[in-house]
């Protein structure tokens, strides 16, 4: 049985708008969200291993949600499909990555969208990146509505240096 992937749906907040932190899938071609395989020794927690996708192929750092927000399915239709755990993890720090090719770069819900959806992307796999963005958008404004900036639900996991 495959490990279980994950990604870290990471996003900053400037001049009081969110902001999605997207990288290069490998090949260049297109955008994705920083994403990976859970290790299995020593025993990884599925929050950890989406934090530690986000600082090796983004370098980035910060305080990450225990618990997913959703779920998406992502791969080729000609090949396994994974479901991947999306984990939302607001950005603290940021450094040079260790996959430098990733290119990580950042964009606002409506650009990260268009990002998503360009390249070689099948139809089923654009509409997924663009609901995993407009759950984590919704999520994050309610968040900022009731007052904590920190956690939208679930604990947060220590943040990453």
């Known amino acids: 049985m495959p490990a279980p992937v994950v990604a870290a749906i990471c996003y900053r907040r400037r001049n009081g708008k969110i902001e999605f932190l997207l990288v290069r899938a490998k090949g260049g071609n297109s955008w994705t969200f920083p994403k990976?395989?859970?290790e299995k020794a020593p025993s990884e927690p599925p929050w950890?291993?989406?934090?530690?996708?986000?600082?090796?192929?983004a370098g980035v750092g910060g305080a990450i949600e225990t618990e997913p927000f959703t779920s998406y399915a992502y791969g080729k239709s000609n090949a396994r499909e994974d479901v991947v755990a999306a984990y939302l993890m607001s950005v603290e720090s940021e450094r040079k990555p260790d996959e430098p090719e990733r290119k990580?770069?950042?964009?606002?819900p409506e650009r990260a969208i268009e990002m998503l959806a360009a390249g070689d992307r099948e139809e089923k796999h654009m509409r997924e990146h663009?609901?995993?963005v407009r759950?984590?958008?919704a999520r994050l404004r309610k968040q900022a509505a009731s007052g904590d900036l920190r956690?939208?639900?679930g604990r947060l996991?220590?943040?990453?240096?």
């Open 104 to 108: 990580p770069q950042w964009f606002s």
């Open 157 to 161: 996991g220590p943040s990453a240096k």
């Open 130 to 132: 663009e609901r995993v």
């Open 36 to 38: 990976g395989h859970v």
């Open 151 to 153: 956690s939208a639900g």
């Open 48 to 57: 950890e291993a989406a934090q530690r996708e986000a600082d090796e192929e």
């Open 135 to 137: 759950a984590a958008l």
